[in-house]
């Protein structure tokens, strides 16, 4: 049964922790993309693996044996590595925030899509509150000067939301989200190999791309995912989409701390009305 977000303190906080880390992957890539610390294919091979390890760590210790299925996620394991690989190359051409924009609004639609088409309800209030998420979106990040955009860019991160969204669709049916989503990351490893072999790639990385690779695949990726999943079976699939818009928004404000940019009205404002769409979607009269 779906639950009342907004009634269930636990569940709220585990949205919360789930949001930020997904947030600060943005943030993390960016720094190792921009400095160039770490290429596009070397930060994502070892955020992934970073990750694997982490949870295949983590599922010995708790059940001592690791049975991993032969057949299962692959499906999963394919999207996330699509999504991360998308991800970490658009982040070459895209700002954090505008890229953090296009993907969680991609996840967003990509959701709403596959809830239509499979004849989910969605109540009036709920799309009222959609359409109030996007309008505070679409406010932030309203050209007012010069504005232009990397169509190579547009592409692989809008290829990066749909393969998140697609994700996120095929976590509702885990059972088990520790031990799926350490199967994922592991499977991810044959992608990434193929990718390698396939395709031409420059690969640098010094100790700051390292550090940054494993805080996003061990910490942010491993355990948010995790958090994710659990989270995922608790919510019905277009309130998973919604609360996802505020990723964008967390992102600029770890920037604002980690970057020193100012609080802007604009900000403020655009946060305002996201803030409340995710309330109007989850604060259901029917659970």
Known sequence: MNKDLTKNPSLILLNIIALVFLASNSILCKLAIVNHYADAYSFTFLRLVFAALTLFFIVSLKDRAIN?????????????????IAFSYAYIKLDAGLGTLILFAFVQLTITFYAIINKE?????????????????????YPR????????????ITLSGISWGIYTILGKKSENALKDTNENFLKTIPFLLIYLVTFPINIH???????????????TSAIGYVIWYKVLANISIITAGVIQLIVPIIAIFL????????IT???LVSTTLILLGIYLTIKKSVV
């Open 68 to 84: 991993l299925s032969i057949n299962k996620n692959w499906g999963s394991a394919f999207f996330l590595f699509l999504y991360a």
């Open 121 to 141: 309800k969605i109540y009036l209030k709920q799309a009222f509150g959609i359409f109030i998420a996007f309008l505070g979106l679409v406010y932030l990040f």
């Open 145 to 156: 000067n010069d504005f232009s955009i990397s169509i190579e860019g547009f592409i692989l």
């Open 205 to 219: 990385i010094n100790i700051d791309g390292l550090i940054l690779s494993f805080l996003s695949g061990a910490i």
């Open 255 to 262: 920037s604002i701390i980690l970057l020193n940019e100012p």
């Open 265 to 267: 009205v604009t900000l």
